[in-house]
């Protein structure tokens, strides 16, 4: 059970737009009392045009300690920070924010971890694989870079945004860990098929995969947390695939949140 807030209560938000989605305001509160600390996580809808005078205010609230970070802030809020994790500093994202003695914030990206433990928990070691990636934004980034770390054969990138594609094919490779290319939303032949795009969050949004084409030995895995099941991941699971929804992601990674924003990971 979360505790009441109280006058001394320590504040955390996470920040996105849309924002129903989410669901770490009640786990992550409800970490904060498991480990005796007198805090509570809020959900905050902000827009793109909105995210600098949120920020500008945030910076300057005593009480708040931390900022979760969601779609699609994760690169504006790189920018404001004081310093950062290596991944983070690579990826140029973040997706938390913790205050600094200083007042000013320090981030990391966590997502990639979250992701790949959720597929690990399922029995998956991406090692030796090949794997198809659909988004290269902020989450996609982590999760391409956990994959390329993970020791993938090969990786494979599909992305809208063809300069933010190459962007990152172009700094994976760089890494000389594994080798990335260009994708499309064809999955046959690959072993693993990561969803780290919103479609399915929305009533008609394409498949982010031609799913026709998924073999039953695959595993897939997806970021969306709303709905629980998302098409995707009911399309694959009619094949037969293991698979891991957004949730299992966030299962997975709840506890290094809140490690990070207690700054008890030593990151």
Same mark, same amino acid.
């Given at each position: 059970?979360?505790p009441?807030?109280?006058?001394a209560t320590r504040?955390?938000?996470?920040? &996105?737009?849309?924002i +129903?989605?989410?669901?770490?305001p009640?786990g992550?509160s *409800?970490?904060?009392?498991a480990? @005796?600390?007198? #805090?509570?996580?809020?959900?905050?809808?902000?827009s793109?045009?909105?995210?600098?005078?949120?920020?500008?205010?945030?910076?300057?609230?005593?009480n708040?300690?931390?900022?979760?970070v969601?779609i699609p802030?994760?690169?504006?809020?790189?920018?404001i920070?004081?310093?950062?994790?290596?991944?983070?500093?690579f990826?140029?994202?973040?997706?938390?924010?913790?205050?600094?003695?200083?007042?000013?914030?320090?981030g990391?990206?966590?997502?990639g971890?979250?992701?790949? &433990?959720?597929?690990? +928990?399922?029995?998956?070691?991406p090692?030796?694989?090949? *794997?198809l990636l659909?988004?290269? @934004?902020?989450? #996609?980034?982590?999760?391409a870079?956990?994959?390329?770390?993970g020791?993938?054969?090969?990786l494979?990138?599909?992305?809208?945004?063809?300069e933010r594609?190459?962007?990152l094919?172009?700094?994976?490779?760089g890494l000389?860990k594994?080798?990335?290319?260009?994708?499309t939303s064809?999955?046959s032949?690959?072993d693993?098929i990561?969803?780290?795009?919103p479609?399915?969050?929305?009533?008609?949004?394409?498949?982010?995969?031609?799913?026709?084409?998924?073999?039953?030995s695959?595993?897939?895995?997806c970021?969306?947390?709303?709905p629980?099941v998302s098409?995707?991941?009911?399309e694959?699971?009619?094949l037969?695939?293991?698979?891991?929804?957004?949730?299992?992601?966030?299962?997975?990674h709840?506890?290094?949140?809140?490690?990070?924003?207690?700054?008890?990971?030593?990151?």
């Amino acid at each position: 059970m979360i505790p009441a807030p109280t006058g001394a209560t320590r504040l955390y938000v996470i920040v &996105g737009d849309p924002i +129903a989605q989410v669901r770490s305001p009640a786990g992550v509160s *409800a970490e904060f009392a498991a480990r @005796g600390h007198d #805090g509570m996580l809020v959900p905050v809808q902000v827009s793109v045009a909105d995210l600098p005078d949120f920020l500008s205010v945030a910076s300057r609230l005593k009480n708040l300690d931390g900022i979760v970070v969601t779609i699609p802030h994760k690169f504006a809020c790189y920018q404001i920070c004081a310093s950062a994790t290596e991944r983070a500093h690579f990826l140029r994202t973040v997706n938390l924010m913790r205050r600094r003695a200083d007042g000013s914030w320090h981030g990391d990206m966590v997502d990639g971890l979250g992701f790949l &433990g959720a597929a690990r +928990a399922k029995g998956i070691d991406p090692k030796g694989m090949r *794997a198809l990636l659909v988004g290269a @934004g902020g989450a #996609g980034s982590a999760i391409a870079l956990e994959l390329i770390e993970g020791g993938v054969r090969e990786l494979a990138i599909h992305d809208s945004s063809v300069e933010r594609r190459d962007t990152l094919i172009r700094q994976l490779n760089g890494l000389g860990k594994g080798q990335a290319r260009v994708g499309t939303s064809d999955p046959s032949g690959f072993d693993f098929i990561a969803n780290a795009t919103p479609a399915g969050m929305k009533d008609g949004d394409p498949l982010p995969v031609d799913v026709t084409r998924l073999a039953p030995s695959a595993y897939c895995g997806c970021v969306i947390t709303k709905p629980e099941v998302s098409p995707f991941i009911a399309e694959a699971r009619k094949l037969g695939c293991v698979t891991a929804t957004g949730t299992d992601m966030y299962r997975q990674h709840q506890s290094i949140m809140v490690d990070f924003l207690l700054g008890t990971d030593g990151a």
